[in-house]
């Protein structure tokens, strides 16, 4: 698929485009003393001039490689796929605030009804016997500082 | 005879009771890590990278490289008894591992592994020992020029070195200097791209992009489907392997060793490179080469040397010049760093307990592998039997207070999120992440150099090219440019020919 490659080609020279312009307002400064912008700018000249190249190949309909080793998924995938991602950026915001144990326990939860549903009571024990083993591991044995939340852990 | 004082001072160091115990934790754990699938070496040494900040840097960097080649043991195993991959390096090793594991002899298979691993490794080693401190002794000598010609070469060997198309390699290569490009700029203490973000001014971290990119963007394509591995069900019987297995494997792990020490040195992955190498030149030398695919023991023994021959020749552009050759190296680095320790040339001098140390704790390591791996091949199977499904969840959570522990800081995570988001869609578009870590880990070192060059040549570019070090640099890697501009023109004229 000549297409995909347009497109991410489409995609990298418009961040080029962003960044030499985003360069451009840092300062080039001189040959002699290249300021801030100076390195950026030529890597995004760089990223452009490749980019260009790449558009061209996937103009001229060529393959630059032949197939797609990993295709788009089917509806069901990309279900999957944004869950975890939804889950792991909530858990992010989530830590700090509710705790490591609470949050964890939560996580996992989540990703084991979610992904490939498990029965109730597997999935509700995994995730205690998760969140509290790993705090013994990292917070009590590693002595990793984990975020302690209203839990008190 | 100065060398035999250096090896004796390295052993004084490797050998002492906290060092031995620190190093076969880390093989113990490498070896773990290694038979897990989608658990590598990159996310256990970040997860121990900031835990190993309360022990000496010397002990930390025992364990964690322990970590690095132990995993170059375990690998194998999941390739040979079920046909997964524990490890990108053993890739090659499923083809006639797995075949001689359905043929009953998984034993012999498993044996070969962790024997040619052995030899290997062992002579990698003293390869590392007698050039790493020519090499760093040699490096002094560099300069700001030398130092940016010399990661201009590596990076254009690296987008090379790929399996993909060069010129992604290369556009990824320069997206990931970018991304390194972000951050407080520090000769002016201007922020540059940090979009508001605090936390970015300190630039994007290593951890959370190599996390992201391969740990999270591995399971969100894994996850697509249904993955369930599916266990070889047999009682392995004798792991040593026959006379016959013996005379059939020598070759190979003479020839793997050698493909692997050479190509390990190479920035890029060469230890995963030298594994397809090694079962190429074994393939095509054979006098059956139509028994390969089929249960070869040949086609075990030579890429599995290899493999651990590279993962310790990598060692020698680390220790000797601050520059990673691969992924795994530079968490290394970084780990080097957070303890304080300048990598570079002056290592050597500066801190030869930690030189020598390491170099030494690795012969010693590598003989736990051998010990530890035969027996326990058993054990290691168990840990398979452990379901996918309650397998990504913990992978998950281990990357997650891995990215955590580094800073305490949330936004860490969400930076691996967004990496992860990026390693998907790069493998979605066959881009590689590789080339972009290289990139990234070897950004503020090139712009450091490129900047004091042109600070020292009062603006002119010639000065890559007018010092004899810089120039031959330079020279070879617009050399290698070229080769791939004429291999792609060729390519093209085959395929319309």
């Known amino acids: 698929m000549g297409s995909r490659d347009r497109i991410s080609a489409i995609v990298l020279l418009t961040l080029s485009v962003m960044v030499c312009i985003g360069a451009l307002g840092y300062g080039l400064g001189t040959f002699s003393t290249p300021g801030t912008g100076f390195f950026p700018f030529l890597l995004g000249i760089l990223i452009g001039f490749l980019s260009i190249l790449m558009l061209a190949h996937a103009k001229r309909g060529e393959e630059v490689k032949e197939s797609a080793k990993s295709p788009w998924p089917g509806i069901e995938g990309r279900k999957k796929v944004l869950a975890i991602v939804a889950a792991l950026g909530g858990y992010g915001f989530l830590l700090e605030k509710l705790g490591y144990s609470l949050t964890t326990f939560l996580l996992f939860v989540l990703l084991l009804k979610g992904i490939q549903p498990q029965k109730w009571y597997l999935a509700m024990g995994v995730a205690l016997l998760a969140s509290l083993g790993s705090y013994a591991l990292f917070q009590v044995g590693l002595q990793v500082e984990l975020p302690r939340g209203f839990l008190g852990m | 005879m100065e060398m035999l004082h250096h090896i004796l001072f390295g052993f004084q160091v490797a050998m002492t009771p906290a060092n031995l115990l620190y190093c076969f934790f880390g ?210 019987k004798r792991i040593l392997p026959s006379r016959e297995d013996w005379v059939r494997s020598r070759g190979p792990i003479g020839r793997g060793t050698l493909i692997g020490f050479f190509l390990g040195v190479i920035p890029g992955g060469g230890a995963l490179i030298s594994t397809f190498a090694s079962y190429a030149v074994e393939k095509k030398i054979s006098r059956h080469p139509e028994q390969f695919g089929q249960g070869a023991i040949e086609g075990v023994a030579g890429p599995e040397t290899a493999n651990n021959a590279g993962a310790q020749s990598s060692f020698i552009p680390m220790l000797a010049l601050g520059i990673p050759p691969n992924v795994v190296l530079a968490v290394l680095i970084s780990a080097l760093i957070i303890h304080g320790i300048q990598p570079g040339p002056l290592l050597l001098a500066k801190h030869p307990d930690l030189f020598w140390g390491v170099i030494t704790s690795m012969f010693v390591g590598n003989a736990m592998l051998l010990i530890l791996n035969l027996p326990l091949v058993g054990l290691w199977v168990q840990l398979l039997r452990v379901p996918y499904t309650y397998l990504f969840p913990a992978i998950l959570l281990f990357c997650l207070v891995g990215v955590y522990s580094i800073t305490n800081n949330y936004v860490e995570i969400l930076l691996m999120v967004f990496f992860g988001v990026v390693g998907y869609l790069m493998r979605k578009f066959d881009f590689e992440p590789a080339p972009f870590v290289m990139g990234l880990v070897l950004s503020s070192m090139m712009e450091n150099a490129f900047r004091q060059s042109l600070t020292l040549s009062e603006g002119s570019m010639t000065i890559f090219f007018t010092r004899p070090i810089s120039a031959l640099l330079m020279a070879v890697g617009l050399g290698v440019l070229v080769c791939y501009v004429v291999l792609g023109v060729r390519k093209r004229e085959r395929g319309a020919g």
Do not use: H, W
């Open chain 2, 27 to 236: 093989v113990l754990l490498g070896t773990l890590i290694g038979v897990l699938p989608g658990l590598g070496p990159v996310a256990t040494i970040s997860i121990l990278m900031p835990i190993t900040l309360s022990i000496s840097p010397v002990s930390a960097i025992i364990m964690l490289s322990g970590i690095y080649y132990g995993a170059q043991y375990g690998g194998s195993t999941t390739s040979i008894l079920i046909n997964v991959p524990g490890e990108a390096t053993s890739v090659v090793t499923c083809i006639d591992g797995y075949k001689m594991a359905l043929q009953g002899r998984a034993g012999p298979a498993l044996g070969i592994s962790a024997i040619g691993s052995f030899i290997g490794g062992m002579v990698s080693l003293l390869g590392v020992m007698l050039l790493a401190a020519p090499l760093a002794n040699f490096a002094l000598r560099f300069g700001p020029p030398e130092y940016f010609s010399l990661i201009f070469l590596s990076l254009t060997i690296v987008s090379g070195l790929g399996t993909g198309s060069t010129l992604k390699a290369l556009l990824m290569a320069g997206l990931g200097m970018l991304t390194g490009a972000i951050g407080m700029d520090m000769s002016t203490g201007i922020p540059r791209f940090t979009f508001g973000i605090r936390t970015l001014y300190d630039g994007v971290g290593l951890v959370p992009a190599i996390m992201g990119l391969f740990g999270i963007g591995e399971i969100l394509t894994n996850i697509e489907e249904k993955l369930e591995l599916d266990i070889f069900k047999t009682k392995i």
